[in-house]
């Protein structure tokens, strides 16, 4: 999806802040938001789940976000990650495949 194609809001500074994710898709008619990173990092969630919130609360509540990880490492060490408010998981990139090809998604 271009930059110009993706979602919007504007914030309390009255500024266009975009909805970045790489790839969107649909599962059982719910707008699924995917951002694919190689390695987890808890500042990436932070911002993304920011993203999420907003997209939810002023845009479509009836949507998921995803962050598929290459490695579940940060900083060396292995994370087990905790859910930030508007993120519906951080999961490994071959599970996030995994659950796109156990249904009929088609990528956007």
């Known amino acids: 999806m271009l930059k110009k194609e993706k979602p919007f809001f504007i914030n309390s500074l009255g500024k266009k802040q975009i ?3 790489d790839f969107k898709t649909e599962i059982d008619g719910v707008d699924v938001f995917i ?11 932070k911002q993304k789940a920011y993203n999420a ?3 939810k609360t002023k845009l479509n509540p ?14 060396g060490k292995k994370k087990n ?19 796109i090809k156990r249904t009929d998604a088609r990528v956007v």
């Open 62 to 75: 009836n949507c998921k976000f995803y962050m598929g990880v290459g490695k579940l490492i940060e900083n």
């Open 19 to 21: 909805i970045d994710f």
């Open 35 to 45: 951002d694919l990173t190689t390695t987890f990092r808890s500042d990436r969630l």
């Open 81 to 99: 990650p905790i859910l930030i408010e508007g993120i519906d998981g951080v999961i490994l990139v071959d599970d996030l495949i995994g659950m």
């Open 53 to 55: 919130v907003m997209y």
